[in-house]
């Protein structure tokens, strides 16, 4: 909780600053209850958000029918979490590239690293040859696990995802993104139950700037990246429309699917890689990449150029997993 | 397990020869088709209560054949039925247009068959009301049996600019001129090779004298560059084969650039799955070579299904003879009407050129994203620069920001169409009620039809 604040805080600077004032946006939002579960879990995870100092809204009957008019009657209590962030991934990603002038080599795969006796990291090997650097930060998402060696510690997690035609009577009737109840649900079983829970459904539905919505998805154990399969879309969207029934009447544009990087114990692997003297790991957020890329990726370049991470990362050491090392 | 054995998308002549082929060896088929009838784009049925168009007496012959040859066989027809893709598990998925409901059905083998496309370059002004292709107002007539009206001008390059033409003539509204970029009538001996394709010689005659006859100005060598709405219609600057340039006014225009194969964001061919179904893409969807060759090419595609799938051994060795010949008449045509000039680099383009119409997105927009230093990938320039994305899924404009993009990072490896689309379902957008009542398709329920000889 601590580090998606810092991730929000860093965004809210870079959006003051400039750099991401047009594609950062502060907004509250919602997360739903429709049954008595779900009514219990919200209220346990309120009290979780008010104690760290998140201010929210409690919102039942009539209130929430005037703050949210396009839920669905069956929503029972909803609490609004304000002035969350929201930002577009790719976006993000081409904004600091750009600022900071970095050329990508693309389609490159990287072998291995480059280690002298003593720990040096001299570069990379590539498929199209040597790259020597004074520092590697491996931020290879699951493909850090074949270059360090990380075996039974990271697992593909898929997600599924979907983005509708824009209908911006019903967008500008949402004033934030919604969630169902379930997806806490969903996302607490990440930690203990890897291997058990093959499939988990979530509801988010985020109107997006476009007047689109981005309607999401499912946590799979699973590394078929490319691929949506009818049973997870219908299910999503059944769940869409029995939050908010106006989505019936607009149509499916596309549905996408990606692997997002999980660590077996659920908090990411942010800092120096042990036994190396030079290379840092930065992977295994499981989908809150985009919160805690920024920051994550300060600290880290902190540590390279020897300065104290201005970001607490200590419980994401990759040092925490024994064997992590660099595969021969 | 499975529904069906083979599901034919498509119901042209690919795949009516494809279906047929497959049902001969004895394989339960059923056809896709996402009109009211069968026919595909080249043998549009006319709507309920309209007439049909009249057709070269050869054309009508094909249609018949193929016809009368499905009759013989068990197949079923799912019209107003139309493809979404197939998903990860394998299934086909499709809207029935009739109930209104998401349908899947698993198939041992999927012939795709689902048409050409038609390539029109951009042009200022391409996107303006009023414009469309050329193919889209033929089959407009085909089922209407009425021309577009009030003035219209038809431009690009190609044979089916004439025979548009032909067919507004002959339903009483001439066009006001073919504007075409290449001159067939500039080789002789090109011409005089069309003699060696006695069909697409008579075929090209009828509709030439028809349009000869009626005085209907057919000007080669010459370009259409840009159009603008004006107070008067839509004017189109034109560019004749010396450079000089002058105005027509019309209050349509058809383009045409020609018609090429359609992949887009199609499940790819695929012969040696270890799961999933066989995938094979027939006709004018797999290589564009019109009519005659798509009914060959599906019939290949339905014995290749029939050996996978069965015991049976006929041979497509004829089928592939057919096919190099039909190859290489494309080809003459295509040599025949080659331009005059060649055509302007996309990097030309003014950069208020709107190269995606679903997004409105332009030329200019993609040259500020190609930096000087840094080059995006085709998905990058695809996310950040909204091409692809809107409701055609790209299939406008992909091989254009794919084409613009190499004119613009000389050096670097091929951006390609497919970069940028990708392969997902669905191919268009669709109900999201439909969606949610999705279920695997009832077979014993579904008011699946038996070819009846009456269609």
Known sequence: MSAALAGIELYRKLARDGLFADVYQTRSSFIVAASDAECALLETHATALTSVGVGIERLAGERLRQRYPVLSPNARLAIEVQDEGHAIGYKIVHRLLTAAGVIVERASTVDRLLVDHDGYVRGVATEKGVVLADAVIIAAGNGSARLLGLDGVLRPRKGQLLVTERAPALNAAMPGAIMSGRYLLSKGSQAGDLATRSRGFGLVIDPLGTGQFLIGGTREDSDAGQSNDLAAVSRILADAVSLVPGLAGVRLLRAFAGVRTAVADGLPLVGALPGLRNAYLATGFEGDGICLGPVAGRAIAQLACAKHPAFDITAFDPGRFAGIGVAA | ?455
């Open chain 2, 1 to 455: 397990m499975f529904d069906r054995d083979v599901i034919v998308v498509g119901g042209g002549p690919a795949g009516i020869a494809a279906a047929i082929e497959a049902a001969r060896a004895g394989l339960s088929v059923d056809i896709l088709e996402q009109r009211p009838s069968l026919g595909g784009a080249i043998y549009r049925q006319p709507i309920e209560g309209v007439a049909p168009i009249r057709q070269s007496r050869a054309a009508l012959n094909r249609y018949a054949e193929l016809m009368s040859a499905l009759t013989a066989f068990v197949v079923g027809l799912r019209h107003m039925s139309v493809f979404l893709g197939m998903d990860g598990d394998g299934l086909v998925l499709f809207e029935d247009r009739g109930a209104g409901t998401v349908k899947s059905l698993r198939a041992r083998a999927v012939v795709i068959a689902v048409g050409a496309v038609e390539t029109v370059h951009p042009r200022p002004g391409w996107q303006l009301p009023g414009v469309s292709t050329a193919g889209g107002l033929q089959v407009m007539m085909k089922e209407t049996g009425r021309p577009p009206q009030r003035r219209v001008l038809l431009a690009g390059s190609g044979p089916l600019l004439v025979a548009v033409a032909a067919q507004m003539i002959r339903l009483g509204n001439p066009p006001v001129a073919i504007v075409e970029a290449g001159d067939p009538f500039g080789s002789i001996r090109d011409g005089l090779g069309l003699l060696r394709f006695p069909g697409l010689l008579a075929d090209a005659l009828s509709y030439l004298l028809t349009v000869v006859a009626s005085r209907t100005p057919w000007q080669r060598g010459t370009t259409l560059m840009s159009i603008e709405r004006t107070r008067s219609g839509l004017e189109a600057t034109l560019k004749d084969r010396n450079g000089t340039m002058r105005t027509m006014t019309a209050d349509r225009i058809g383009l045409h650039d020609g018609i090429r194969a359609n992949d887009f964001g199609l499940h790819p061919a695929a012969i040696d799955m270890p799961c999933g179904p066989i995938v094979i893409h027939a006709g004018d969807c797999r290589e564009a070579l019109g009519a005659v060759a798509a009914a060959a090419d599906g019939a290949r595609a339905g014995r290749q299904v029939a050996r996978l799938l069965t015991a049976a051994s006929s041979s497509t060795d004829e089928i592939e003879r057919q096919l190099v010949r039909e190859r290489k008449a494309q080809a003459l045509l295509a040599q025949l009407f080659s331009p005059v000039n060649p055509p302007a680099p996309l990097s030309s383009l003014p950069r208020d050129t709107i190269l995606c119409r679903c997004e409105g997105r332009t030329a200019g927009d993609l040259h500020s994203l190609i930096g000087p230093s840094d080059v995006l990938s085709g998905r990058e320039v695809k996310h950040n620069g909204r091409f692809a994305m809107g409701a055609c899924q790209g299939r406008f404009c992909a091989t254009h920001v794919a084409a613009l993009m190499n004119e613009l990072r000389p050096g670097h490896p091929p951006v390609h169409a497919k970069d940028l689309i990708g392969q997902r379902w669905p191919l268009r957008p669709t109900s999201i009620a439909g969606l949610t009542h999705v279920a695997s398709d009832d077979i014993e329920n579904d008011q699946f039809r038996k070819v009846d000889a009456n269609l």
